[in-house]
C-alpha cells in the first residue's frame, strides 16, 4: 500500500489525526470504514443524483478484480483518512466528457465509467483519497492553497477557498472545471472522513 508521510502537513495547518478526529481530547474517534458508510445505501442505483451509488460500484469492481488494490484501506476503519467522494451526478458529467454524450441512468454511467478500464478506475479512485488525516470541512475551509498528496502514487491536489468559506480542489486536468465540496463531514467522529464533490477529480489532462 502507499506509504504517504503527513506529519509536515499536519503541522502546518493543524489536521486532525487520531486522537482529536472529535475534537475533544482524550476521545477516541470511530473506527467505522468509509465502505461501510456506502454500503449503508445499498449496492443498487437510483434516482438520487447527489448520493454516491456509483462510486460505490466502482469500489466493489475494483477489490473484485484486483483484491489487493490500494483501495481496499477504504474498508480499514483503523487507517485515517480522508476522501473525496464524487456523487453520481459527478460521475454523469465525467461520462459525458469523456463519451460526447448525456446518459441519463446511474446504471448506464457506471457502465461507461467502467469501460475506462479496471487500472483507470482504480487510478481515479485512489486520486480522490489523502491518506493518514482526518481533515474536517472546517479545517479546510482554513487551509487555503494547501496541497495535499494523494493515495495515487503522491499525486496532489490543491485546496481554493472561495470567498472565504466554499472549498473547490484544483486537480491536475488544466481544461475541465474543478470540483466544488457540495455535502460536509461524511462519517465525522471516526478515522476515516468523506467530503462529497460535484466533479470528479482528474489525474491527468483531459481534452
Known sequence: MVAIVV?????LV??????????KTGHHPGTRSLAALLAKDGSGFDHNWNDFDITDNAVAAVLKAKPNSPVGVLADGTTPLTAFLPTDRAFQRL??????????????????VAGLGIDTVEAVLLYHVVPGATITYKQARHSDDLVLTTALD????????????????????????NPRIVRRDLNKGNLQIAHGIDRVLRPVDLP
Do not use: Q, W, Y
Open 95 to 112: 461520462a459525458e466528457s469523456v463519451t460526447g454524450k448525456h446518459i441519463r441512468t446511474e446504471k448506464g454511467v457506471f457502465t461507461a
Open 154 to 177: 503522491g499525486a496532489t491536489v490543491r485546496v481554493n477557498v472561495l470567498r472565504g468559506h466554499k472549498v473547490s480542489l484544483v486537480d491536475l486536468d488544466t481544461d475541465n472545471r
Open 14 to 23: 493543524g489536521l486532525s489525526m487520531p486522537a482529536s478526529a472529535h475534537g
Open 7 to 11: 506529519a509536515a502537513l499536519t503541522m
